[in-house]
């Protein structure tokens, strides 16, 4: 059973161009949750969503930054027209049902943003 | 607004010590918590959780306290190795409609010399 998967691994992209990072969760998992990392902090919430659904996403910037998770392929993060600020990992989790009810978060590896 | 900290930013122990890492949290409503260790370029690693009814719950090699009356939790790692050497993060579930929501806390780098 394959992890969460991420992809790219690491994405350049000049101020001004479009981000798009994809997540395919683990076999089963039907719930899928963004994290933002800075450098030298922690994970920081954007957003959770179901299948079709965003359930939450108190934590994503107003402007620019959208998810969605369809009822095929993966979930995808984008953010449009990019700054210097958008530079970080951002790391996708899923869980098979409500994580903390007895379920755990399973993190993939993460993409490195870096915007020029 | 809530918040989960860690008292010490570094950590640095032999190999064979125990180690014991710090978090502060100051939601008190809140009532599952969780440690992950980060490796370099990778993403977090479950290592164990523990819920508010209990205060302690022991893995392999590592136990988590929890202490409610003052809001602290700590990690213990029996017999540190070399492939220890990681950040943990504390996290915190917000809980209700929410949960996997998770609060993080700043990060603990433990290293581990031979």
């Known amino acids: 059973n394959a992890g969460v998967m991420q992809n790219p691994r690491h994405l350049v992209r000049r101020r001004g161009q479009e981000a798009r990072l994809r997540c395919s969760p683990m076999?089963?998992?039907?719930?899928v949750y963004w994290y933002r990392q800075l450098p030298e902090e922690g994970l920081k919430f954007m957003v959770y969503l179901q299948k079709e659904n965003i359930i939450d996403e108190s934590g994503m910037p107003k402007e620019r930054f959208s998810a969605e998770f369809p009822k095929e392929g993966p979930s995808i993060l984008r953010i449009q027209q990019v700054v210097r600020g958008d530079s970080a990992a951002y790391f996708c989790?899923?869980?098979?049902?409500?994580?903390?009810?007895?379920?755990?978060?399973?993190f993939g590896s993460g993409t490195q943003l870096s915007v020029l | 607004g809530e918040s989960v900290g860690l008292h010490l930013p570094t950590l640095s122990v032999q190999e064979g010590d125990n180690s014991i890492i710090n978090c502060a949290y100051s939601?008190?409503?809140?009532?599952?918590f969780i440690w992950y260790k980060q490796e370099s370029g990778k993403g977090p690693q479950f290592i164990i959780d523990?819920?508010?009814?209990?205060d302690k719950r022991q893995g392999q090699r590592v136990t988590v306290l929890l202490n409610k009356t003052v809001k602290h939790l700590s990690l213990q790692i029996a017999a540190t190795q070399p492939g220890d050497s990681a950040v943990y993060f504390c996290?915190?579930?917000?809980?209700?409609?929410?949960?996997?929501?998770?609060?993080f806390g700043q990060g603990t780098i433990l290293t581990v010399h031979p």
């Open positions: 989790a899923s869980s098979p049902l409500q994580a903390g009810s007895n379920e755990k978060l399973f």
């Open positions: 523990i819920r508010s009814n209990m």
């Open positions: 076999k089963g998992h039907s719930h």
């Open positions: 939601n008190s409503a809140s009532d599952y």
């Open positions: 996290a915190e579930d917000a809980g209700g409609t929410s949960y996997g929501k998770l609060t």
